[in-house]
């Protein structure tokens, strides 16, 4: 609903900007509570009603929907953000002070979140309180980059995390080593070990967790090496990996795989679903380049080897989990789609022109090409 409003802000817009080049944004928020909507009160006694839910623990959901349109290129993308906001039980005084000051009565759902007196009662915000305010920066930022973009023509994949479920063998194997000195293999120190070679990770771990003196990095690495080749024969595709490599290779989008990970892992991994990864024309690995992730390298390599000319890096879309390869893919004047893991920390996030949940959630049209 709150798209189809933007939508149709933006429709009504358009046709006022002819001759001008620029990205037009319009917004839209609805607040929902107990399962329904919830608009301006009508009245002191509805926005006491509302108060007094709120402050019985019940959130206060805001959905903002969002539609940024290129008036140069007519390409419109669009997208949904949701922040939930609860408050601890607060006196009927802040009731008195929010009826008396009068602001709520203008404010979808009967809240104003910065409210000075209110905010001392907040408890915590699921979300962003930009996103409860109806300015999600985050997710703004990122469609203003998508729209701004130019048509995708080639696309490159990372593997591992991305497409295949190789992760969690990774942190079975290094844990179990790891666990010999009674250390952790903590998420904080996977993020930063993501997208690098092999030696180069290790030595991130063995300096992270102070085993200097106690194992190598090569060390490490060859102990690794053979409890993966265990595991890594078992990896299985994740949501929505085959149905885009699918899509992507029927309308003929040229599509590679730049990953860093050693040919012989690669072919290790990838043995239960050749089929389907000989649908791209062709893969890089990570010993085929000098620099790992975070130089752009690898991605600048797999574009290279395109059939014709090398495609413009503008026009090249990066699909990625890690934030080492994100940063790559921006170094590289590429776009770049960020499919994190969910735990990894907001901190580590940002810098992509999109972020999804999973592939399940991605929108080719978006893109420029072809809807599925």
């Avoid at 008396?100 to 905010?119: W, Y």
């Avoid at 194992?215 to 490490?220: C, H, K, N």
Wanted: charge should be negative; aromatic fraction near 6%; charged fraction near 25%.
């Amino acid at each position: 609903m709150v798209v189809a409003i933007a939508g149709g802000k933006a429709d009504a817009l358009v046709p006022r900007l002819a001759g001008r080049e620029v990205l037009l944004v319009c917004m839209d928020q609805v607040v929902c509570c107990d399962g329904a909507v919830r608009e301006k009160p009508e009245g002191e006694e509805q926005a006491r009603a509302y108060l007094e839910s709120y402050r019985q623990g019940k959130g206060a959901t805001c959905v903002n929907g969002i539609v940024v349109h290129s008036t140069a290129t007519g390409k419109r993308v669009t997208g949904v953000n949701k922040a939930t906001v609860f408050w601890k039980p607060f006196p009927d005084a802040v009731i008195d002070h929010l009826l008396q000051k009068g602001d709520i009565f203008t404010c979808a759902g009967g809240f104003v979140v910065e409210d000075p007196e209110l905010s001392t009662y907040r408890d915590r915000i699921e979300g962003t309180i930009e996103a409860v305010e109806g300015l999600p920066i985050k997710p703004l930022r990122e469609l203003l980059l998508l729209a701004a973009a130019p048509t995708v023509t080639h696309v490159l994949f990372d593997m591992d995390g991305l497409l295949l479920d190789t992760e969690s063998a990774y942190t079975v194997a290094q844990q179990e080593i790891v666990d010999r000195w009674g250390k952790t293999f903590t998420w904080d120190l996977k993020s930063k070990m993501m997208g690098r070679k092999a030696l180069e990770a290790a030595q991130i771990l063995v300096d992270d967790l102070g085993l200097q003196g106690k194992i190598t990095a090569e060390e490490f690495v060859t102990e690794r090496e053979k409890k993966l080749d265990v595991l890594f024969a078992n990896s299985s595709l994740l949501p929505g990996v085959e149905k885009l490599i699918r899509h992507l290779s029927k309308h003929k989008v040229p599509m590679a795989v730049a990953t860093s990970s050693h040919r012989r892992h690669f072919d290790l991994k990838t043995g239960k679903h050749k089929e389907l990864f000989g649908l791209m024309h062709h893969i890089v690995t990570g010993d085929q380049v000098e620099k790992s992730k975070p130089a752009p390298d690898i991605f600048l390599t797999a574009a290279a080897q395109f059939e014709g000319d090398t495609p413009d890096p503008g026009s090249v879309l990066v699909f990625e989990d890690a934030p080492n390869g994100v940063e790559a893919g921006r170094a590289a004047g590429m776009q770049v789609c960020h499919v994190p893991d969910a735990n990894l920390g907001i901190d580590q996030r940002g810098g992509a022109h999109c972020e999804l949940a999973s592939l399940e959630q991605f929108r080719p049209e978006d893109w420029g090409l072809p809807p599925y």
